[in-house]
């Protein structure tokens, strides 16, 4: 696609970002990665900013009869993001989104405590903290995961991904103290379409990038 950047795959999308943050002088005390696709790139950042890395997980809150469509998401900790107008259109009550809720967050947390294999959650107190994705579109799970961060005692939150549409950028501005996004197309259908090879990463990989 002429005037867009295509990656060749998700660690080359990494190397990327991971230049891109050096080159803005962001010093990170960790990087945290998204799974499952996020930690290719993770890796990268993390090596290219000489930080140790972990993971931030989210699960999404499905519509009722519809799990694909998003109403919200939630992260491992209990802290959700709702997507009000999706709630409205789906007329999903408040009883349901709270099962929902408490099913998806701790479907969360066992699958943050299966990638970590033992070890403790880290601690963020005063760190600069640097979440990364493989690319954001309506970023449900992307937003919960900043809502936890929000909540820990980190003093700086940076949020680094390859690619996404102006608007969900710009939302998520709100949420960080910086957003590093290399492209910001306005044409965007999905996040795949600006990857040579986007293929599904399987936990056994993604949870390879956390080795030492």
């Given amino acids: 696609m002429a005037g ?7 660690t080359d999308a990494g190397k990327r970002l991971g230049q891109a943050l050096r080159e803005r002088g962001i010093d990170a005390d960790i ?6 696709g996020g930690l290719p790139l993770g890796r990268a950042v993390a090596d290219a900013l000489e930080a140790p890395l972990d993971v931030v997980v989210a699960k999404k809150i499905g519509a009722p009869g519809n799990p694909e469509y998003a109403v919200g998401a939630v ?8 997507n009000e107008r999706a ?4 007329r999903t009550d408040e009883g349901y989104f709270q099962e929902r809720r408490e099913i998806e967050a701790e479907n969360a947390h066992r699958k943050a405590e299966r990638y970590r ?15 990364v994705d493989d690319g954001v579109a309506t ?7 900043l809502s936890k961060l929000e909540r820990s005692d980190a003093e700086r939150i940076v949020l680094a991904v390859p690619v996404g549409p102006p608007d969900t950028i710009a939302d998520l501005e709100a949420q960080v103290d910086e957003v590093v996004c290399l492209e910001t197309p306005a044409a965007f ?3 795949g379409q600006f990857y040579a090879d986007f293929g599904q990463v399987s936990d056994d990989e993604a949870m390879s990038y956390l080795e030492p």
Avoid: E
């Avoid at 990087?31 to 499952?36: G, H, I």
């Avoid at 970023?139 to 995961?145: I, W």
């Fill in 31 to 36: 990087v945290l990665a998204v799974p499952r």
């Fill in 189 to 191: 259908r999905g996040v």
């Fill in 139 to 145: 970023g449900s799970t992307l937003r919960a995961c």
């Fill in 75 to 82: 992260a491992s900790d209990g802290s959700a993001w709702r």
């Fill in 117 to 131: 294999v033992g070890r403790p959650a880290p601690d963020l107190g005063g760190k600069t903290v640097v979440v």
């Fill in 4 to 10: 867009v950047r295509q990656f060749a795959d998700r």
């Fill in 87 to 90: 709630i409205n259109g789906t």
